[in-house]
C-alpha cells in the first residue's frame, strides 16, 4: 500500500486564528458541520486546533463564571498530532487504528497543506484495493 495520502486529503480547508472570536468560530463549526479546524498564526504556521470538543469548555466558562465568549487561543487544543504528505494510506490507517480522532492535519515540512480523516482513507482503500476484490 504505497499510495500516498496527498491524493485523497482535503486542501481547501476551514481555518481560525488564535485571536478570532470564540462563538464566533463555534457557529462556523457548526454551520459547516465541522468537527475542527486548525487554527493558524500570522505567518501560517499552525499552533493549534479547535475541535467541537474544545468549544464545550464555553458551557463550563458560562455555567461556572458567567462568562461567555473569548478568543479561541483560550480553547484550542495546542498538542496536536499531524501527518506527514508523504505518508501512505497504510501509514495513515494505522495511525487511526491507534488514535481517537477523526481527522489529521497534513503537513509539509512544517507547513499545513491540507487534513486527512478517516473517510478519506476508506474512499482511498475503496478504490485502490477493494474494488478488484469483488
Given at each position: 500500500?504505497?499510495?500516498?495520502?496527498?491524493?485523497y486529503?482535503?486542501?481547501?480547508l476551514?481555518?481560525?486564528?488564535?485571536?478570532?472570536?470564540?462563538?464566533?468560530?463555534?457557529?462556523?463549526?457548526?454551520?459547516?458541520?465541522?468537527?475542527g479546524?486548525?487554527?493558524?498564526?500570522?505567518?501560517?504556521?499552525?499552533?493549534?486546533?479547535?475541535?467541537?470538543?474544545?468549544?464545550?469548555?464555553?458551557?463550563?466558562?458560562?455555567?461556572?463564571?458567567?462568562?461567555?465568549?473569548?478568543?479561541?487561543?483560550?480553547?484550542?487544543?495546542?498538542?496536536?498530532e499531524h501527518?506527514?504528505?508523504?505518508?501512505?494510506?497504510?501509514?495513515?490507517?494505522?495511525?487511526?487504528?491507534?488514535?481517537?480522532?477523526?481527522?489529521?492535519?497534513?503537513?509539509?515540512d512544517?507547513?499545513?497543506?491540507?487534513?486527512?480523516?478517516?473517510?478519506?482513507?476508506?474512499?482511498?482503500?475503496?478504490?485502490?484495493?477493494?474494488?478488484?476484490?469483488?
Open positions: 500500500m504505497s499510495t500516498s495520502i496527498e491524493k486529503m482535503a486542501t481547501e476551514v481555518s481560525f486564528a488564535p485571536d478570532d472570536d470564540i462563538i464566533h468560530a463555534m457557529r462556523v463549526l457548526l454551520d459547516k458541520h465541522l468537527s479546524a486548525p487554527v493558524l498564526d500570522q505567518g501560517g504556521q499552525m499552533v493549534g486546533i479547535l475541535s467541537q470538543k474544545d468549544c464545550l469548555a464555553i458551557v463550563y466558562q458560562a455555567a461556572y463564571h458567567q462568562d461567555w465568549g473569548g478568543q479561541v487561543e483560550q480553547y484550542m487544543s495546542r498538542e496536536v501527518i506527514d504528505v508523504d505518508s501512505t494510506i497504510y501509514d495513515a490507517a494505522e495511525k487511526f487504528l491507534h488514535s481517537s480522532f477523526r481527522r489529521f492535519p497534513v503537513l509539509r512544517g507547513q499545513l497543506v491540507g487534513q486527512i480523516s478517516r473517510h478519506d482513507i476508506m474512499r482511498a482503500l475503496d478504490e485502490n484495493y477493494l474494488r478488484d476484490a469483488r
